[in-house]
C-alpha cells in the first residue's frame, strides 16, 4: 500500500522567513499526484498546492512552493515570507489511479512574531 | 457557491445508538470520500465511492456504513457507534483525482 512520510511534526518560523516541511512516499507507480494541504485552526481543509508526477517543473502557488523529486520519492513544501496566517497544520497527501487520496501524519507550523 | 455540505457540525451521542453523518456536493463530482482525523494518526480513509452505487473499504472501515444512491449525497452511517469512534471526520469529493478533493467543514463526534 502507498504511504505517505512527514518526519517532522512539529516546526516553528520566524516571520517573513522561509520554512521548508518534508515528505517523502512510498510507490510502485509512475503516475500519481501529489498535494499540500493546509489546515488552520478553523480546521477547514484547504489545498495549498499540487504536483503531477509527469511533470519535472516544480509547482509554485504565489509564497509557496514544492521540491519534487521523484527519484527520491520527495515532496518538500517551501514557504517564503512567512506569515502569522500561515500557522497550521500541514498535510503532505498522494494520489493514483490507483488509490484515493492517502496523507501524511500532518506536520504542525508555528509562525514566531 | 462550490461546496461539500456535512451535518451536523457538533454532536454528542451514546455508545449503541445508531447515527448518521450527511454529506452533499453540488460540484457534480464522482468522487466521494469519508476521513477520519485523530491526533497524532493524519486523516485516514473510511470509505470511497468512484460513481453512484460503487464504494469500496478505505484504511479504517470497521463499524462504519455507507451508501451512494445519488451522485451528491454520500451518508456515513454508525450502526452502534463506540467511544472508539470519538473523532473528527471529514467528507470530500472530486472529479478528477488530480485536481485533490474539495472538503466539508468536518463533524466532531463524541461518543460517550
Known amino acids: 500500500a502507498q504511504t505517505v512520510t512527514q518526519s517532522q511534526p512539529e516546526m516553528s518560523v520566524q516571520e517573513a522567513e522561509t520554512v521548508t516541511l518534508s515528505c517523502t512516499y512510498d510507490?510502485?507507480?509512475?503516475?500519481?499526484?501529489l498535494f499540500w494541504y493546509k489546515q488552520p485552526p478553523s480546521r477547514q481543509m484547504i489545498l495549498v498546492i499540487r504536483q503531477e508526477a509527469y511533470k519535472q517543473q516544480n509547482a509554485t502557488e504565489n509564497r509557496f512552493s514544492v521540491n519534487f523529486q521523484k527519484a527520491a520519492k520527495s515532496f518538500s513544501l517551501k514557504i517564503s515570507d512567512s506569515q502569522l496566517g500561515d500557522a497550521a497544520m500541514y498535510f503532505c497527501?498522494?494520489?493514483?489511479?490507483?488509490?484515493?487520496?492517502?496523507f501524511g501524519k500532518g506536520t504542525r507550523l508555528s509562525v514566531i512574531a | 457557491e462550490a461546496q461539500v455540505t456535512q451535518n451536523p457540525r457538533y454532536l454528542i451521542t451514546v455508545t449503541g445508538k445508531k447515527l448518521t453523518v450527511t454529506c452533499s456536493q453540488n460540484m457534480n463530482h464522482e468522487y466521494m470520500s469519508w476521513y477520519r482525523q485523530d491526533p497524532g494518526l493524519g486523516l485516514r480513509q473510511i470509505y470511497y465511492?468512484?460513481?453512484?452505487?460503487?464504494?469500496d473499504k478505505g484504511d479504517v472501515p470497521e463499524g462504519y456504513k455507507v451508501s451512494r444512491k445519488e451522485k451528491r449525497n454520500f451518508p456515513l452511517i454508525l450502526e452502534s457507534p463506540s467511544p472508539n469512534q470519538t473523532s473528527l471526520y471529514f467528507c470530500a469529493s472530486s472529479d478528477h483525482r488530480g485536481r485533490g478533493y474539495t472538503f466539508g467543514s468536518g463533524t466532531r463526534l463524541t461518543v460517550v
Open positions: 510507490t510502485s507507480e509512475s503516475d500519481y499526484y
Open positions: 497527501a498522494y494520489n493514483s489511479g490507483n488509490t484515493p487520496l492517502v
Open positions: 465511492s468512484m460513481n453512484v452505487e460503487v464504494t
